[in-house]
C-alpha cells in the first residue's frame, strides 16, 4: 500500500540554524500538506501546497518557514533560523483530492537545542 | 472557540468490550467533512475514518465506526471489540469547505486505554 514518507525520524539541531524537513507524498496525490505537534498537544496546521504554490496557510507559518517541490517526487519544509519553540513533531500529509481523507506520513521530530 | 472539542482526555475500556470517544464540533459551513485518525506511541497519526456532511449514512470501517449526530454537531467514534492494540491517542478533525480550505483542525485528543 502506497505510503507517505518522511526523512529524517529525528532531527537535532542548534537554535538558529536552518533545517530541511523532507516529505515523499503519495505518488499520484495532488494536494500537500505540513502540520506540527508539540508534545503532548494537538496537531496543527501549518500549510498546505497544491499546483504548485502555497494555497494556505496558518499564522505559526511566519517568514522563517518556507515550502518547495524541488522535483517530482520531493516536498520539503524549511525552517531558516530554528526557536526553541520550534521543537515539535513535524508531519507531512497529502490527498488525491479534497475532501478526502489526507494520509500522514510518520513524522519528523525536531528538536532545538 | 474550539472548532473541536474532545472532553475526555483519558477512557479506559475492557479488551472485548465496545468504546465510545466522543467529538463535538462547531462550524456555521453546511459542507465539511470529519475525520478519526489514531496515534499510537510511536506517534504516526492513522487515518482511521471519514464522515461527509451530507453522507446520510454513518460511517463503518471494520470495527469502527462514526455516530454522527449533526443536528448535536456530535461525530463520536465507536470501537467495537476492544483490543490491547487500540491503545493510543485519538484525534477528531474536521475540514470545512468554506473558502476553499483544505486544512485539517484537530481536537486536543483523548487517550484510550484497554485493559487485559
Not at chain 1, 508539540?38 to 502555497?54: A, D, M
Not at chain 2, 473541536?4 to 479506559?12: A, D, N, Y
Request: charged fraction near 20%.
Amino acid at each position: 500500500e502506497p505510503e507517505v514518507t518522511q526523512t529524517p525520524s529525528h532531527q537535532v539541531t542548534q537554535m538558529g540554524q536552518e533545517v530541511i524537513l523532507r516529505c515523499v507524498p503519495i505518488s499520484n496525490h495532488l494536494y500537500f500538506y505540513w502540520y506540527r505537534q508539540i508534545l503532548g498537544q494537538k496537531v496543527e496546521f501549518l500549510v498546505s501546497f497544491y499546483n504548485n504554490e502555497i494555497s494556505e496557510k496558518s499564522e505559526i507559518f511566519d517568514d522563517q518557514f518556507s515550502v518547495e517541490r524541488p522535483d517530482g517526487s520531493n516536498f520539503t519544509l524549511k525552517i531558516r533560523s530554528t526557536k526553541l519553540e520550534d521543537s515539535a513533531m513535524y508531519f507531512c500529509a497529502s490527498t488525491a483530492d479534497t475532501p478526502y481523507e489526507q494520509y500522514f506520513g510518520p513524522g519528523t521530530r525536531l528538536t532545538v537545542t | 472557540a474550539q472548532k473541536i472539542t474532545q472532553t475526555q482526555p483519558g477512557m479506559f475500556v475492557q479488551e472485548k468490550e465496545a468504546v465510545t470517544l466522543d467529538c463535538t464540533y462547531d462550524t456555521s459551513d453546511q459542507s465539511y467533512g470529519l475525520f478519526w485518525y489514531k496515534q499510537p506511541s510511536s506517534g504516526e497519526m492513522i487515518f482511521l475514518i471519514y464522515q461527509g456532511s451530507y453522507d446520510e449514512q454513518n460511517a463503518t470501517e471494520g470495527r469502527y465506526s462514526l455516530n454522527f449526530q449533526k443536528a448535536r454537531k456530535s461525530a463520536n467514534l465507536v470501537i467495537s471489540a476492544s483490543q490491547l492494540g487500540d491503545s493510543a491517542m485519538y484525534f477528531c478533525a474536521m475540514r470545512e469547505n468554506q473558502g476553499g480550505s483544505e486544512k485539517l483542525v484537530f481536537g486536543k485528543g483523548t487517550k484510550l486505554t484497554v485493559n487485559p
